[in-house]
């Protein structure tokens, strides 16, 4: 019995060891430098959107059949600028909790060396959404403030799977509506590339998230899956109901109560969250996190 959990335990090593070497190879062959990639010196064309027009959250409600053109695109430019600087507010979290968990292991381990290069790609993406936010002519957007603090506090004492687990919730639900906009021609440009950027980049992070995720759930018992399926649900909600500021409307010349009442009752914007999670949803079940006290925190987020 010993030696099998030994030879399970060495295989799942070799294993880790293997990804993470895969994971630095394709980093060294497609990253890309946004400095240099994005077009940072053309003048913002206000005639394209910041997002998909379906991803607004105002979106198939009535006062979006009353805006204009050009007040659909100030907004969807506005929402584009709130979804990033979340972004960031996420990723600073991400980066300090990565640090803390490989803080004096093994720097010959490829895993460790994928760490780094995840935390310098993770600079760079905060930097490419802090200047993108900027060129919309958006302000510094920020979570609410007990919702910083409770970042505070969970990067400080997240650990494990808890951490991988809540870094993959805020990556997959980013990186499908993301999909959607750099594709999408109606999207200014400049945008459509910050896009693809990090598409392409945090595929390689996500799966790492997701793997180490299932190895550090091995051997969990029912209280560790049911205390860290509501941590990761409780972050997941937060990250997502902070991704669209209440300032938005404001600031794109709209009623803003009126704008929050018909957002909060948008049927289209929460399905398209909803479908956006399904195989998000299906991971963390299969890992034992989608728990019922769990999925409270996921419906009230319209994630499920």
Not at 47 to 67: A, I, K, N, Q, V
Not at 244 to 254: K, M
Request: aromatic fraction near 8%; glycine fraction near 4%; include cysteine.
């Amino acid at each position: 019995m010993v030696d099998t959990i030994a030879e399970n335990r060495t295989a799942a090593q070799a294993e880790r060891h293997d990804m993470a070497s895969r994971l630095l190879r394709s980093s060294e062959e497609l990253s890309y430098d946004p400095v240099r990639e994005v077009d940072w010196e053309t003048p913002l064309d206000t005639s394209f959107h910041g997002t998909s027009p379906e991803w607004s959250t105002l979106y198939g409600t009535s006062y979006w059949d009353e805006m204009t053109e050009d007040q659909r695109r100030a907004l969807t430019r506005q929402e584009a600028a709130s979804v990033a600087s979340t972004g960031i507010w996420f990723e600073m979290i991400l980066q300090q909790m990565i640090i803390r968990d490989f803080y004096a292991k093994d720097a010959t381990d490829p895993a460790f060396q994928w760490a780094l290069t995840e935390i310098a790609d993770e600079c760079r993406h905060s930097i490419m959404f802090a200047r993108g936010a900027a060129k919309l002519g958006a302000p510094a957007y920020r979570p609410k403030r007990h919702v910083i603090e409770l970042g505070r506090v969970f990067k400080a004492v997240a650990f494990g799977e808890a951490a991988y687990a809540a870094i993959l919730v805020a990556e997959e639900v980013l990186d499908v509506m993301q999909r959607d906009w750099m594709r999408d021609e109606r999207v200014v440009p400049f945008v459509r590339t910050i896009n693809n950027i990090h598409v392409v980049e945090e595929s390689r992070h996500m799966k790492f998230a997701r793997e180490e995720s299932r190895e550090r759930l091995e051997g969990a018992g029912r209280i560790r899956r049911q205390i860290n399926a509501l941590v990761v649900a409780g972050a997941a909600y937060h990250i997502v109901t902070s991704m669209w500021n209440d300032q938005v409307y404001a600031n794109a010349g709209l009623d803003p109560q009126r704008a929050l009442r018909e957002a909060k009752h948008n049927e289209h914007h929460k399905a398209m969250l909803r479908s956006s999670c399904a195989g998000l949803m299906e991971f963390l079940d299969s890992c034992g996190l989608l728990t019922r006290a769990a999925r409270v925190f996921y419906q009230r987020a319209n994630l499920i």
